[in-house]
């Protein structure tokens, strides 16, 4: 969906809010020059969303700024994730949410949804050596070591979110 921003309000609206605008006007299937002097709007081109600059911060669409080449491109801005508000129950108790706490469930929302990946894997390689644990098949002590090394992943100190992962033996 494209946008175009109006040349005298400045506001931003998208191709189909203009349609829906301007229904008496007939539009053709590739916007041109005469389209945007037609409904008073400059189109506004991607422009790369910067990074942000440090851990609970978010980087957000802020309107339009012309960029050196006279073309309309979007701009961003950068605000913390997280600010402080009041929640009311069913029974009119307030309660104030800090950026602490906010900062807290973030993280922790994180490192379960890390956890649960780097599980994932730990899973995916136990299962590419299951065939050794067949009763036709004799496992090697280097192949039970590293399968219960796999499964004590988790265990590990820093786990998520640093592993160190076993070395796979040769079969």
Known sequence: MSEYRNRTSGEIK?????????????????????????????PVLESPKPAPSGDYKVVVRNGAVQDSDDNWVYAWTEQDMFTEYTETDDEG????????????????????????????KRDLLLTETDHYGLSDVTMSDDMAKYRQALRDVPQQTDFPSTITWPEKPKP
């Open 93 to 120: 108790n307030e309660t104030t949410v800090t950026v602490q706490a906010q900062k807290d469930a973030y993280d922790a929302a994180n490192t379960s949804s890390l956890a649960a990946l780097e599980r994932s």
């Open 14 to 42: 998208t191709d189909a809010e203009l349609k829906a605008e301007n229904k008496n006007m007939s539009f053709p299937k590739v916007w041109n020059e005469s389209t945007f002097d037609a409904l008073n709007v400059d």
